[in-house]
Every structure is written in structure tokens, then in C-alpha cells.
């Protein structure tokens, strides 16, 4: 998935500035997708530029013009077809996979300290996911479609699924770890 396409599907919902979109990304999707400010405003350039979203400047008074993005027929079009086309597959890359396969050359406790790290780190992020079912309600009501709340609570059960069971992996790393079933170094 590209940023241009998850742009594209918040503004197939309503008409967003940059920083509006920016706080619908944070609230919504970011256990998933992630984006930052500088991004989300190239892209919506970019998005502009091909014809698929167009900036309508609103003038304000007190503060500095904003820009609202709003998508085309043709943004339209490419959203429909990024849905229904193939579902992209990526190589699975993850940085943390290359600490765990060279962790052999680090003491017990060290190598200990990266899993309890982990897994302090997965149980924030099933806390931080407590939080979602409340964003969704609300984008529900905002949109006005159960059904789209129906298929974004679907993100939430699988970004919930897959920390439950890295950190249950995590945990019994852990319990490994502590029993001595590792090698000693050297061996």
C-alpha cells in the first residue's frame, strides 16, 4: 500500500487539510500505517498534481489560509482500483528479526534485555490498541457507515492478533532465556 492510496481513501470520506489528516492517521490507523507531517503534505501535492485530489484554499482572518484537499472522480477511480486489485505482498523485512538471529554473540543478560524490552514495548501497543474501538466509534459517527466501521474494526483485530502473539513468542524467549535452556556463549 502506498500513502497516496490511504490519503486517497480518508478524503473519499470528506474533504481534509494536511494537519487534519495527519490526526485522522494518528488516531486511526497508525497500528498499522504510519506517516509523518512532511510526507502527508508531499503526497497531497502529489495527489493534486496527477488530478486525483484537488486544494481549495480557505481564507481565514486570524490565522494562516488553509489548505483543503478534497478527492476527484479519478482519485476516486484509482482508490477503486488500489481495492480492488491484487493485495500487495512484500518481502517480510524486520530489523528487530536481525537482532534476535545475531543475539547469540551477546551475553544471557543482554540478549535478555532486548526481549524484555520487546515485550514492554508489545504490551504498550496492546494498550495503545484499548484505545481504538472509541476512534473508531467516533469516525463511525463522523462517516455515518457501520459497514466502514465494520472493516476498520478488522485492522484492530488483526494488529491485536499479531502483538498477542509476538508477545506471547517474546515471553517464552524469555522464559528460555531465565531457564538456562540457551547454549553458553562460545559453544
Not at 51 to 69: C, F, N, S, W
Not at 164 to 172: C, F, G, K, M, Y
Request: aromatic share 10%; hydrophobic share 40%.
Amino acid at each position: 500500500m502506498s500513502l497516496k492510496h490511504a490519503l486517497l481513501g480518508f478524503l473519499n470520506y470528506q474533504p481534509y487539510t494536511g494537519y487534519d489528516l495527519k490526526t485522522k492517521f494518528d488516531s486511526s490507523v497508525r497500528h498499522f500505517w504510519s506517516a509523518d507531517q512532511s510526507q502527508i503534505y508531499r503526497t497531497l501535492t502529489q495527489l493534486a498534481g496527477d488530478g486525483l485530489a484537488e486544494m481549495t484554499i480557505v481564507h481565514q482572518e486570524d490565522r494562516p489560509d488553509r489548505k483543503v484537499y478534497s478527492i476527484t472522480e479519478a482519485g476516486r477511480a484509482e482508490l477503486r482500483n488500489f481495492l480492488t486489485g491484487p493485495m500487495p505482498m512484500h518481502d517480510a523485512r524486520s530489523a528487530p528479526l536481525i537482532m534476535v538471529f545475531f543475539a547469540g554473540m551477546l551475553p544471557d543478560e543482554e540478549a535478555l534485555a532486548i526481549f524484555e524490552q520487546a515485550a514492554g514495548f508489545m504490551r504498550a501497543m496492546l494498550a495503545a490498541l484499548d484505545d481504538v474501538p472509541t476512534v473508531i466509534e467516533h469516525y463511525k459517527q463522523e462517516v455515518g457507515s457501520a459497514r466502514e466501521a465494520f472493516f476498520w474494526g478488522l485492522t484492530l483485530e488483526s494488529g491485536r492478533a499479531q502483538t498477542e502473539a509476538q508477545l506471547a513468542w517474546v515471553e517464552s524467549v524469555i522464559q528460555r532465556i531465565k531457564s538456562g535452556e540457551v547454549p553458553p556463549l562460545g559453544s
